[in-house]
């Protein structure tokens, strides 16, 4: 786990066959996300999404082979390639109602109303404007992006990619946990740097750090000391 960003010996990778499939889906994605738009893109469901595709020729209809890689890398069991959390969203169709969750315009993600943004507002009740909200809720189409951006950068190698985020399914934003960070830190925060912000130790003095992705856990996933779990 120390090397969690380079490539290890038995990695698993999307197989040479369906390789031209999975390059234009991820691209069909981003597009996806463009055209929807950064904050909406988090919240947007499967079914949705696919409209949407249909419906703009800049995005394009995803085609069969696409729509059928995505449900195989959706309903594949992780631990094949090295993931071992548990799956929070259990349908690749599951849907986030936007009547559940609040829009926080400063970051331009959203928290779930019942769970997380309480906790959210007391950390900043506590700690001012120096933390900050760098990851909310996250459906099934963001976690697709955010995983597959990060297996096409590595050459389709799905257990890199599954180091460092959960894959579309798994992921606890889908949940209610959020990632906070140190207001004006940028992508550091995502990095073993933010434990020596001010952000990082406020937040472990006020006991809000009961983390999800430990130092050395079994779930196959790197340190994530940003990462707040609410359940
Ligand atoms: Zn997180």
């Known amino acids: 786990m120390k090397h969690f960003d380079s490539p290890h010996r038995d990695d698993v990778r999307i197989d040479r066959a369906g390789y031209q499939t999975f390059r234009s889906m991820v691209k069909r994605l981003n597009r996806l996300e463009e055209m929807a738009g950064h904050g909406r893109f988090h919240i947007l469901g499967f079914d949705e999404g696919i409209k949407l595709a ?131 830190f940028g992508a550091l925060n995502f990095t073993e740097k933010f434990i020596t912000t001010d952000a990082y130790k406020n937040l472990y003095d006020l006991g809000y750090l009961t983390l999800r992705y430990e130092l050395d856990n079994s779930v196959g996933v790197r340190f994530e000391p940003w990462h707040i779990r609410i359940t």
């Not at 090295?82 to 799956?87: A, E, R, S, V, Y």
């Not at 590595?154 to 140190?182: E, I, K, M, T, W």
């Open 54 to 184: 249909r419906d703009y020729a800049f995005i394009g209809e995803f085609s069969r082979d696409e729509l059928n890689l995505m449900e195989d890398l959706f309903y594949r069991d992780a631990a094949e390639y090295g993931f071992f959390g548990d799956k929070t969203l259990t349908g690749i169709t599951d849907r986030i109602n936007r009547g559940d969750v609040i829009y926080i315009s400063e970051q331009g993600n959203y928290l779930y109303k019942d769970r997380s943004f309480a906790i959210f507002k007391k950390i900043r009740q506590q700690t001012g404007d120096n933390v900050t909200l760098t990851s909310g809720v996250r459906g099934v189409m963001k976690q697709f992006l955010l995983f597959l951006n990060k297996t096409y950068k590595n050459q389709g190698n799905l257990s890199l990619a599954s180091r460092s985020l959960a894959p579309p399914g798994y992921s606890f934003h889908g949940n209610g946990d959020f990632d906070v960070g140190q207001a004006g």
